[in-house]
């Protein structure tokens, strides 16, 4: 099994629409004070099936507005051509990813406490973090079908031990956390701000289930600053920096771990790639200026800032404390 719901995450839970009392009816979650029901859902695996719970918020087609409806058609591009690239299962592209972010999270930034890690999918964070320091920790995401056919992909549970342990998961928005305020002591964003409808009430939302002098963690690709992206025009180059920079390290990689064969698949899927219809799945464009402007006017005191190594010097990591206005 990879998904599962503690008792301590269930005990956090509230209605994500109007922050009401939940209880657990049959196989469903029912707000008691407005009534509306959250159920769940299948994840198919190779060998069995599990269930995820759906926190997000469902309106009808008639209701929805013109923003959230472009937000929709975006990400469910982006949704399928993750899926397609899911069948790649390719070990040097998961080492290169740990590599990549190696130095965050075991240098820069000291992750402890209770977790809640927005977007963050699988839980793959967990390879960084220590049982000890982290008591608890949470993935949410807006697609349901992220730990889809996790049974099938050897190379990926090979780069991530961690993935073999069950991951407390729910299906949810940033801008709607179906979490008790003052829950979680640490709130991570990763690639994820520059994806959402409301970067401002997500936010919003991270600082209210944060507790008392808890921390933000922001990872983003923007311009300006000391980001080596000056203008717009190059933003997207980000998504193609890893395939031209170590080559040869990467060459070496793949033929240790998969010989020549997997050489050959590289070879084949790098020509695809560039076939590939180019996807737009980004709804913000951030500069650094209006990063740091966010953060403040949510509610946050940035403490620390931290550039990511080359090739992906146009990211930056933030940690920032909630601000508390009790007196």
């Known amino acids: 099994m990879f998904v599962k719901l503690d008792d301590d995450v269930v005990e956090s839970l509230c209605c994500p629409l109007c922050k009401g009392t939940i209880e657990m009816v049959g196989e469903k979650f029912v707000c008691k004070d407005c009534g509306t029901e959250y159920c769940k859902h299948s994840v198919v695996q190779e060998r069995h099936k599990e269930y995820v719970f759906d926190f997000r918020i469902h309106r009808t087609a008639y209701c929805i507005p013109a923003t959230v409806a472009k937000w929709t058609d975006v990400q469910e591009g982006y949704k399928k ?86 991951c407390n998961f729910l299906s949810c928005y940033a801008e709607n956390l179906p979490f008790n305020k003052n829950t979680f002591n640490y709130v991570h964003i990763r690639s994820v701000l520059d994806h959402i409808q409301d970067p401002y009430l997500a936010l919003k939302e991270a600082y209210r289930v944060l507790k008392v002098d808890g921390t933000l963690l922001i990872g983003l690709t923007i311009s300006g600053g000391q980001s080596s992206l000056k203008t717009d025009n190059n933003y997207d180059s980000y998504n193609n920096v890893s395939q031209s920079v170590s080559i040869i390290s ?51 005191k940035v403490v620390k800032e931290h550039w990511q190594k080359p090739p992906f010097t146009m990211c930056i990591y933030l940690s920032a404390k909630k601000i508390s206005y009790n007196r």
């Not at 402890?112 to 049982?131: C, E, I, P, S, T």
């Open 81 to 166: 051509y993750h899926r397609a690239r899911r069948s790649i299962d390719d070990l040097t592209v998961y080492l290169d990813e740990i590599d990549s972010v190696k130095e965050i999270y075991t240098e820069e930034f000291s992750i402890k406490g209770k977790v809640l890690d927005v977007g963050g999918g699988q839980g793959r964070l967990r390879h960084f973090l220590g049982d000890k320091d982290v008591p608890l920790y949470v993935s949410i995401d807006p697609y349901l079908e992220v730990f889809q056919n996790l049974e099938a992909q050897p190379n990926l549970l090979k780069a991530y031990p961690c993935l073999r342990k069950p």
């Open 250 to 300: 990467r060459v070496k990689r793949k033929f240790k771990y998969e010989g020549l064969p997997g050489l050959a698949r590289g070879a084949i899927r790098k020509v695809m790639k560039k076939r590939e219809k180019k996807i737009p799945d980004h709804m913000f464009r951030w500069t650094y200026e209006d990063l740091i402007d966010l953060v403040r006017k949510t509610g946050f």
